[in-house]
């Protein structure tokens, strides 16, 4: 009787062991599911990177969780997910070349290599740093879109200016085409641009940007479910 309960007793450590090797084995087998797609949004200080982390989750600046507002205020460098896609992540960045955030470190500072694809925010005319970060991004091959926020406001600008001749798709088209010429002067004809207002979510670009993103997403995990399935 005592061999037939030790037998049974080792049977039993058996098949607890063997369905802790299957389960491991599905853990293993979808952990490309789990894989996030980290989507740094990045630019100068005050071109509105918060304000587009808040748009695309459907926060205003007073919800609770929304990224903080104002002039240099991103310090701490934090990531917020999309609502329908948690694995979906906005890093908030610091604006680059500040007293706090020069160029000679920022880099570094950030973290450059942890991120999987990048944002580069733009407002008004190119400035310097945003040459110098499209130079570091082609320079490291990372992959980004060019953002240009804020086209709410130059139109309403332009129609103060121009109240008799202004017209909404003129000021839109000659945006786009003034920084397409910027982009190619600064060595960038390839990168993807969009035209949003981050307070108008349903207009110019922004709906088709959140599709492109989604589809990154796809893309990133598909190449995790390939890179898992060969190892």
Same mark, same amino acid.
């Given at each position: 009787? =005592?061999?037939?309960? =030790?037998?049974?007793? +080792?049977?039993?450590?058996?098949?607890?062991? +063997?369905?802790?090797?299957?389960?491991?084995?599905?853990?293993?087998? %979808?952990?490309?599911?789990?894989?996030?797609?980290?989507?740094?949004?990045?630019?100068?200080?005050?071109?509105?990177?918060?304000?587009?982390?808040?748009?695309?989750?459907?926060?205003?600046?007073?919800?609770?969780? +929304?990224?903080?507002?104002?002039?240099?205020?991103?310090?701490?460098?934090?990531?917020?997910?999309?609502?329908?896609?948690?694995?979906?992540?906005?890093?908030?960045?610091?604006?680059?070349?500040?007293?706090?955030?020069?160029?000679?470190?920022?880099?570094? %500072?950030? %973290?450059?290599?942890?991120?999987?694809?990048?944002?580069?925010?733009?407002?008004?005319?190119?400035?310097?740093?945003?040459?110098?970060? +499209?130079?570091?991004?082609?320079?490291?091959?990372?992959?980004?879109?060019?953002?240009?926020?804020?086209?709410?406001?130059?139109?309403?600008?332009?129609?103060?200016?121009?109240?008799?001749?202004?017209?909404? =798709?003129?000021?839109?088209?000659?945006?786009?085409?003034?920084?397409?010429?910027?982009?190619?002067?600064?060595?960038?004809?390839?990168?993807?641009?969009?035209?949003? %207002?981050?307070?108008?979510?349903?207009?110019?670009?922004?709906?088709?940007? =959140?599709?492109?993103?989604?589809?990154?997403?796809?893309?990133?995990?598909?190449?995790?479910?390939?890179?898992?399935?060969?190892?």
């Amino acid at each position: 009787m =005592e061999v037939e309960a =030790e037998e049974i007793k +080792a049977a039993a450590w058996y098949i607890r062991a +063997a369905e802790a090797f299957r389960s491991m084995l599905t853990r293993k087998r %979808d952990e490309w599911k789990s894989v996030p797609l980290n989507v740094a949004v990045m630019g100068n200080s005050g071109v509105g990177k918060s304000s587009f982390i808040n748009a695309i989750r459907r926060l205003d600046a007073d919800d609770e969780g +929304a990224a903080e507002l104002g002039v240099e205020t991103t310090v701490d460098i934090e990531s917020y997910s999309h609502p329908y896609n948690p694995l979906l992540k906005f890093w908030d960045l610091p604006g680059v070349g500040t007293d706090r955030f020069p160029r000679q470190t920022y880099l570094d %500072d950030i %973290d450059v290599d942890r991120y999987d694809f990048f944002l580069l925010i733009t407002a008004g005319r190119f400035t310097e740093n945003d040459t110098w970060l +499209a130079d570091e991004l082609r320079k490291r091959n990372k992959k980004y879109f060019f953002v240009r926020t804020k086209i709410g406001a130059d139109i309403s600008n332009n129609k103060k200016a121009h109240p008799r001749t202004h017209n909404k =798709e003129t000021v839109v088209r000659m945006i786009r085409e003034s920084t397409e010429v910027q982009l190619r002067e600064n060595g960038c004809e390839n990168a993807t641009l969009f035209l949003i %207002d981050s307070y108008k979510p349903h207009k110019f670009q922004f709906q088709e940007l =959140e599709q492109q993103l989604s589809a990154l997403m796809l893309s990133h995990q598909s190449t995790a479910s390939r890179q898992h399935r060969s190892q």
